[in-house]
């Protein structure tokens, strides 16, 4: 099992940064490929960004392409993503998830799911 805690969500004006943390437990997070998804009002969830399990490898949807990074520390048992030039459109709910040995980032896919974190971003 792998518990999952979402941290640095926050308000936060058109053009801002923000700093997001997802902190997992168990002994086996370096095997866990990672991602981020997030959850608009009245929208389906939706991949943001992914990490491969040593990092090596990143994908990042269309939309935060270029502004958006995911980062890990396996050290740390911790995945991060770092969010600049903040718009709007980018204000959801920020979901952390993983899937052990998975190649992908399918929302289908991942196995564990953080409880999220709000980010509004202010215009």
């Known amino acids: 099992q792998v518990q999952l805690v979402e941290s640095g969500g926050g308000l936060v004006q058109a053009g801002g940064s923000l700093r997001l943390s997802c902190a997992a437990s168990g002994r086996t997070f370096s095997g866990y490929t990672m991602a981020w998804f997030r959850q608009a009002p009245g929208k389906e969830r939706e991949f943001a960004a992914g990490i491969s399990w040593n990092g090596g490898s990143t994908n990042y949807a269309d939309s935060v392409k270029g502004r958006f990074t995911i980062s890990r520390d396996n050290a740390k048992n911790t995945v991060y993503l770092q969010m600049n030039s903040l718009e709007p459109k980018d204000t959801a709910v920020y979901y952390c998830?993983?899937?052990?040995?998975?190649?992908?980032?399918?929302?289908?896919?991942?196995?564990?799911w953080g409880k999220g974190t709000q980010v509004t971003v202010s215009s």
């Open positions: 998830a993983g899937a052990l040995g998975y190649i992908g980032y399918s929302k289908r896919g991942m196995q564990y």
